[in-house]
């Protein structure tokens, strides 16, 4: 799969400034072209995935509910303190225009990656949250577990603002000097390194210039890091209501996956009907039990063909559902969830393939003992803080 990365905020159906990049097998750019509107941006993206499916990181919101403000815009900004341009509006493209214009073209594409690499898709990501991400990531609170208050430094560190309304009037030199803290900002990441091309622009817009290539490979390097290393990565927000890529620590990760605020009050049983119409493409599902006694709760057994990949954040003696995220792979759906037989894939942990039971706590808030405990400490150490994967074998429901 070609991944490519395109500036788009600033473009129009005929016209605008923006920027491609294409990535090379180990992560560099191979191509950097500009962009003067939404013809030249299919174009260039058809072009530069040669046949191949491609994966196109955007800088705009993909996936926009009509007349709806996105939950995921007010997320980033009260957990990491940046307002996405998403959020402000102005951009004259919307996600479905480039869908639209792709489907057109002949070469559909799906509004969200798709993980197994066989489909064209799209995928927001947003340069100034790669930006924070680096800065974050270079910082001396990223180094420091034990420091007090790391998230209100998370929120306080500056991203340079090079690009957009507030630098609209600015200057040749205090745009050059933007750009230049940016650049800086990612110092050590040799596929983003563009001094050379700031250095030789002498005028407003040839730094503008730079700048669009300067974000193209940015959100370009980040859809790359986010197929290859999805543990490195958060997918913050839904598919159907909006969404966004973010490079991420585990810290930054446990920040911006924070479980949100959802009613408590759903029920805890889980209609059978609906239950074998959601799993029965992906899974083998079975009652356990033998008879079905009126008025006591049936336990259902689902076998996956494909086993589901998650990971999870060990920072407690128990795995909470909200510390776990899905990877790849289909559905698991949480509701009557009650155990779950899984196979850890932890690079570096004692792990020798056999299966591992997590059964549900009695907590209100979905969450799983390892079952038993001893067996579990022989593989992981409790509480280390470090994420891992596994893949979900089986899962029985309570309906």
């Known amino acids: 799969m070609r991944i490519l990365g395109a500036t788009v905020r600033e ?19 191979s191509s950097l072209s500009l962009l003067d509107g939404m013809g030249s941006l299919t174009r260039e993206a058809i072009r530069l995935a040669a046949g191949e499916p491609f994966l196109l990181a955007v800088d705009l919101a993909v996936v926009a509910p009509p007349g709806k403000t996105r939950r995921v815009d007010g997320w980033v900004h009260r957990r990491l303190g940046v307002r996405l341009a998403a959020a402000r509006g102005g951009a004259a493209l919307a996600g479905s225009d480039i869908v639209g214009a792709f489907a057109a073209a002949g070469h559909p594409a799906l509004p969200y990656p798709d993980r197994d690499r066989r489909q064209t898709g799209l995928v927001e990501i947003h340069p100034e949250l790669v930006l924070k991400a680096a800065v974050w990531e270079s910082s001396a609170a990223a180094a420091a577990p034990s420091l007090p208050d790391r998230e209100d430094v998370l929120r306080a560190l500056e991203v340079p603002v090079y690009r ?10 205090e745009r050059f000097a933007a750009l230049d803290r940016a650049l800086r ?65 585990p810290f930054l990760r446990r920040v911006v996956l924070r479980e949100t605020a959802r009613g408590t009050d759903r029920e805890a049983l889980f209609p059978r009907a609906s239950l074998r119409e959601r799993l029965k493409s992906h899974a083998d599902v079975r009652a356990l039990e033998l008879l079905d006694l009126p008025g006591r709760a049936q336990h259902v057994e689902a076998v996956f063909k494909e086993a589901p990949r998650f990971e999870f954040d060990n ?10 995220r899905h990877l790849a792979g289909p559905e698991v759906p949480a509701e009557g969830l009650r155990e779950l037989v ?7 942990a004692a792990v020798d393939g056999s299966p591992l039971r997590l059964t549900r706590s009695r907590h209100k808030t979905l969450s799983f003992r390892f079952e038993p405990p001893q067996i579990w400490r022989a593989r992981i150490a409790p509480r ?10 089986r899962a029985v429901y309570e309906t």
Request: charged share 25%; hydrophobic share 45%.
């Open 315 to 324: 920072v407690d003696e128990m795995l909470w559902w909200k510390h776990c």
């Open 384 to 393: 280390d803080g470090r994420t891992y994967p596994f893949r979900v074998l």
């Open 11 to 29: 473009l129009t159906l005929s016209g605008g400034r923006g920027a491609i990049a294409a990535l090379t097998s180990s992560g560099g750019p």
């Open 164 to 173: 957009g309304p507030r630098v609209a009037r600015a200057g040749w030199a």
């Open 185 to 249: 900002a990612v110092a050590g990441m040799a596929e983003l390194d563009l001094r050379e091309e700031l250095g030789k622009a002498v005028t407003v817009d040839a730094v503008d210039r730079v700048a669009a290539s300067f974000d193209a490979s940015l959100i370009a390097s980040a859809a790359r890091r986010y197929l290859e290393e999805p543990e490195r990565c958060a997918f913050v927000g839904d598919r159907e209501t909006g969404y966004t890529v973010v490079p991420a620590d």
């Open 342 to 348: 899984v196979r850890l894939e932890a690079p570096g």
